[in-house]
């Protein structure tokens, strides 16, 4: 058994008397103040573990867990309220409320892309809704791993704890009986996140990858299209769940599309994106194996690299890479890229795009650029994705009023603002009796009250 688990779980009975509204407000000044106190070093931490720069750190990394506090501050009575809900016909004479409780203890694990925004956004969800949180942060980014415990040191020890360490931890964490967890990661670990679960009933809440595909229409204004592609794609060197992983661009507009990129990328990190101070790193020696590899499958099944493609595996720098010509033979057809690699697709029907994207898994998120109503309003209603956006990429991710989660392969359940704490909280119902006639439905059965029965049972299956 983990200490820390022990530790915190013990206190959770007590917690349900003792960690209302005023102390888990304070719990989430605290970890503000915490984040405000180590800025310099969350800083240090992902240039080590990500090369990056510290614009993208404060934009990605710290503003979005700032954001979620501050939202769920706000928020937070009203979503704790204990909701009154009328009787229907059948409950005349009861009173009932809906009451939101904490779920208990539970496990947050974190991937390393955003090392710190999916460590602790989760356990801002976790500390509103009331419960305690063991957190497991991604050890390939191992510096960021040491800034979130430190962080987390300066919360009460029965209420947060940070577990470090791989598989290892994670497997042996994943064995105790938390009652809610929150995977952040691959599809392939939320599979054995999810069967782990199955053994001690624990709910779940699963957010996840797959390749997440743009739709550009024929009216779709390149230039805008291009520049918001760019950015959601060479963000965090393309480490992003969010990012388009490949674009769908009509036949004709293809090479227009490639230019604009291409200008955009010029644009964004100059001539040489190595020697920006803009464009992240790739996080291991095996992460950029891979994508190196990749990169040489294709060229080698046929793709044309039309910008990019040059490397340095010492730095672990892969330039922003575009390729065309690319086939379903290729990997970078088939895996999630995560990674500064876009496939440009043409196509020549959106028949064949919507029907591609269908036959794929569920993807995270679906980016489609146009200007006509019925093209957007076709590729919404005809696929089915975690998100949509449209006109924009990734920005959906810092709406607190938007649900956030994928569907399927993409994920489970939801996180942010209100879906965050309903995930770490149970709605509870709770039914009182004032004066409801239900002696007329308990043995023995008379013949009066077998017609009553009877005369309901007919009214409620006409009313409900
Ligand atoms: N939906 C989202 O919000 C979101 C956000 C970021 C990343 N992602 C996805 O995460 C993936 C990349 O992150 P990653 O490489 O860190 O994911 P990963 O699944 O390899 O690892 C995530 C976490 O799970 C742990 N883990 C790894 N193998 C495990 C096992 N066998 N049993 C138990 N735990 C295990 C790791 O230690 C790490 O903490 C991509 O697919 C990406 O799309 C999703």
């Known amino acids: 058994m983990s200490a820390a688990f022990?530790?915190?779980?013990?206190?959770?009975?007590?917690?349900?008397?003792?960690?209302?509204?005023?102390?888990?407000?304070?719990?989430?000044?605290?970890?503000?103040?915490?984040?405000?106190?180590h800025e310099s070093a969350i800083l240090a931490a992902?240039?080590?573990?990500?090369?990056?720069?510290?614009?993208?750190?404060?934009?990605?990394?710290?503003?979005?867990?700032?954001?979620?506090?501050?939202?769920?501050?706000?928020?937070?009575?009203?979503?704790?309220?204990?909701?009154?809900?009328?009787?229907?016909?059948?409950?005349l004479g009861t009173r009932a409320r809906i009451r939101p409780e904490p779920k208990g203890t539970a496990l947050i694990i974190a991937p390393w892309n955003y090392p710190l925004s999916l460590a602790l956004g989760p356990l801002v969800s976790a500390l509103a809704a009331g419960c305690a949180?063991?957190?497991?942060?991604?050890?390939?980014?191992?510096?960021?791993?040491?800034?979130?415990?430190?962080?987390?040191?300066?919360?009460?020890?029965?209420?947060?704890?940070?577990?470090?360490?791989?598989?290892?931890?994670?497997?042996?964490?994943?064995?105790?009986?938390?009652?809610?967890?929150?995977?952040?990661?691959?599809?392939?670990?939320?599979?054995?996140?999810?069967?782990?679960?199955a053994k001690t009933l624990a709910s779940v809440t699963l957010e996840l990858g797959g390749k997440s595909p743009v739709v550009i229409g024929p009216g779709a204004d390149l230039a805008r299209a291009a520049r918001m592609i760019a950015w959601g794609k060479f963000a965090n060197a393309g480490q992003t769940c969010i990012a388009p992983d490949h674009v769908f661009v009509?036949?004709?507009?293809?090479?227009?599309?490639?230019?604009?990129?291409?200008?955009e990328i010029t644009r964004m990190y100059g001539a040489e994106p190595k020697a920006s101070g803009s464009f992240a790193r790739i996080i291991n020696a095996r992460h950029f194996a891979r994508l190196a590899g990749l990169v040489d499958e294709a060229r080698l099944k046929g793709a044309e690299v039309a910008v990019g493609g040059t490397a340095d595996a010492q730095a672990r720098y892969l330039a922003p890479t575009i390729l065309t010509r690319t086939s379903a033979e290729m990997g970078v057809e088939q895996t999630e890229?995560?990674?500064?690699?876009?496939?440009?697709?043409?196509?020549?029907?959106?028949?064949?795009?919507?029907?591609?994207?269908?036959?794929?898994?569920?993807?995270?998120?679906?980016?489609?650029?146009?200007?006509?109503?019925?093209?957007?309003?076709?590729?919404?209603?005809e696929t089915s994705s975690g998100a949509v956006g449209i006109n924009v990429t990734l920005a959906h991710y810092l709406h607190l009023n938007l649900p956030f989660g994928g569907i399927g392969n993409s994920g489970l359940g939801a996180a942010h603002g209100i879906w965050g704490f309903r995930?770490?909280?149970?709605?509870k119902p709770v039914l009182e009796n004032r004066f409801a006639p239900l002696g007329n439905f308990m043995p023995p059965y008379s013949g009066g009250k077998l017609k009553l029965i009877r005369a309901m049972a007919k009214l409620l299956g006409r009313i409900g």
Request: glycine fraction near 6%.
């Open 423 to 427: 995930a770490f909280s149970h709605e």
């Open 46 to 91: 992902l240039k080590a573990d990500l090369g990056k720069p510290e614009a993208e750190t404060r934009l990605t990394e710290i503003l979005p867990i700032q954001s979620e506090i501050s939202h769920t501050l706000r928020h937070l009575r009203g979503w704790m309220r204990v909701r009154r809900v009328r009787p229907t016909l059948a409950m």
């Open 250 to 263: 009509p036949r004709a507009q293809e090479g227009a599309l490639i230019a604009a990129l291409r200008a």
């Open 6 to 37: 022990e530790r915190l779980a013990a206190g959770a009975i007590a917690r349900r008397r003792s960690f209302g509204l005023k102390e888990r407000r304070a719990a989430l000044e605290a970890l503000r103040a915490a984040i405000g106190a």
């Open 133 to 197: 949180a063991v957190i497991k942060p991604s050890e390939l980014a191992p510096a960021t791993a040491g800034v979130v415990a430190r962080i987390v040191a300066d919360l009460p020890a029965d209420l947060v704890a940070v577990e470090q360490g791989g598989v290892e931890t994670a497997s042996a964490l994943l064995a105790l009986p938390f009652d809610h967890i929150f995977f952040t990661g691959s599809p392939e670990v939320g599979r054995v996140v999810m069967a782990a679960a």
């Open 337 to 381: 890229l995560f990674g500064p690699i876009l496939p440009v697709i043409g196509y020549d029907r959106l028949e064949e795009v919507l029907e591609r994207i269908n036959a794929g898994p569920k993807p995270l998120a679906l980016y489609v650029f146009e200007k006509e109503r019925t093209f957007i309003e076709r590729v919404c209603a």
